[in-house]
């Protein structure tokens, strides 16, 4: 299919960004979630940062104390025999996650063309409890009425678990709490009820016996969400064996709701692909892309903090065109512009 990547790409990088204090380095900004709001295209980017100075055969890993709120940096000895730093995101211990290697928060940027933006001084949204002790990631943004929704991650010892916040000028923000447990993620809620119900997709993490595969729920008021059930999943020998989860907010088409999801196959390599749900009854499917609809080609999708990954949280539908807006290799964002024609080509 043709991919109309943005001769600008990438559209963002960490030069474009201020650290969020003197002593961090911006080592990421990348998977933001996308608005249209007035005459402006704003995008809520993730941003992850790491201490500049680090002791010689050091680790340095930022963590929020849960007692005062504050932030330190936690030292880990490079030839200690208990930590395994093979993924440059995370340090394992005995096979799980023992640390993050950077805090991610979340910044808005604005633009008037959809192309080069303003990316705010400061934060918009800093981890500020033990929920979310390991930073925030992730968003995704559902506008409903004048109020838009954001989605995110809350990382913390206790695992992954998705929080809510709301704005109606991405100047202002409340958070309104929690809303799925650990461990789950990648949640994005439909803009909009359907049959008098709030959906959502999320993607469960199970542990022990199970896949990352794509569920939907449905709730009253958007805090209680139940009626969970499963969506798709892995498939083998596909772009998508790996993991999957869902991408930007769905969005509705003359021929169903429309989601860009992620898909990961077994050597962690991060493509975007397309289910088309039913329109009345989302959780019934009425197609899935063959092949994905973006796959990491180009430098900067290959080369970066986490090679070869395109991630997006967040599209908007121009007539018959998608631009959607994704982090590649975990490291800066990207936009391209893609027709609903080959995207429903992939089906």
């Not at 993991?243 to 709701?257: H, N, S």
């Amino acid at each position: 299919m043709r991919i109309g990547r943005l001769e600008e790409n990438p559209i963002i990088t960490t030069n474009h960004v201020k650290p969020s204090r003197p002593d961090f380095k911006v080592v990421g900004v990348f998977n933001a979630g996308v608005a249209a709001i007035n005459d402006e295209i704003v995008l809520l980017l993730r941003v992850a940062e790491m201490p500049v100075h680090v002791p010689g055969n050091s680790i340095a890993v930022p963590v929020l104390n849960e007692q005062d709120r504050t932030l330190e940096i936690k030292y880990l000895n490079k030839n200690d025999p208990r930590y395994n730093y093979e993924d440059s995101r995370v340090v394992k211990e005995q096979g799980r996650y023992a640390y993050l290697t950077s805090m991610s928060h979340l910044r808005v940027a604005r633009s008037k063309d959809g192309v080069r933006f303003v990316i705010d001084e400061y934060p918009s949204l800093f981890p500020i409890d033990a929920e979310e002790a390991w930073g925030i990631e992730d968003p995704r943004i559902t506008q409903l009425g004048n109020r838009y929704y954001i989605t995110y991650s809350a990382v913390s010892p206790k695992g992954v678990a998705v929080r809510l916040a709301v704005t109606e000028d991405f100047r202002n923000f409340e958070r309104l709490g929690l809303i799925l447990p650990p461990e789950n993620k990648d949640v994005a809620i439909f803009p909009g009820k359907i049959e008098g119900k709030y959906f959502m997709l999320h993607r469960p993490v199970p542990k022990s016996i199970g896949s990352p595969e794509m569920w939907i729920a449905e709730s009253p008021d958007l805090m209680h969400w139940g009626n969970h059930r499963f969506l798709i999943g892995l498939r083998e020998q596909s772009w998508d064996n790996g993991r999957i989860g869902g991408g930007a907010v769905p969005f509705l088409t003359k021929d169903g709701w429309l989601e860009l999801y992620h898909g990961a196959d077994v050597n962690d390599r991060y493509c975007m692909g397309a289910v088309l749900l039913d329109r009345e009854d989302p959780g019934k499917v009425l197609a899935r892309s063959r092949v994905p609809v973006l796959m990491p080609e180009t430098d900067y999708e290959m080369n970066g903090f986490f090679g070869g990954v395109v991630f997006s949280c967040g599209a908007l539908l121009m007539d018959q065109t998608v631009r959607m807006y994704y982090g590649a290799a975990d490291e800066v964002m990207a936009c391209a512009d893609l027709s609903l024609a080959d995207i429903y080509r992939t089906f």
